[in-house]
């Protein structure tokens, strides 16, 4: 990768990766290549371990954006899902403050 460099960062949930990933698979079948191991590999996690939809996943990020937590931390959330208050309170731990009775919403979102 000479010369390449990264332009701009954002985080994603799975399910938008694989979103992408389809997408470049696509590209790839129309030119009757091919995917590279690389694409294979990564399509393959992020179709086991997507736990939700796109379409869900922009739903929670909206929810989830009113407790002004970071971005990164509201992918981690929503690609982990976590079931309980403490696995959440780990996820949070000194990267969101976030009152004690949030939680449980936070939950709630997450665990529609």
Avoid: C, W
Wanted: glycine share 2%; no cysteine.
């Amino acid at each position: 990768m000479i010369g390449k460099s990264i332009l701009n960062e954002k985080p994603i949930t799975n399910a938008e990766a694989k979103r992408y990933l389809s997408e470049f698979e696509e590209q790839y079948k129309k030119k009757e290549k091919a995917i590279g191991y690389e694409l294979e590999q990564s399509l393959k996690h992020t179709t086991k371990f997507s736990k939700v939809t796109e379409k869900e996943a922009k739903e929670m990020k909206k929810a989830l954006h009113e407790f002004k937590i970071p971005e990164k931390v509201i992918v981690e959330l929503i690609n982990i899902k976590p079931q309980t208050q403490d696995l959440v309170k780990s996820i949070l731990f000194k990267r969101a403050e976030v009152k004690e009775d949030d939680i449980d919403k936070i939950l709630k979102i997450l665990n529609k």
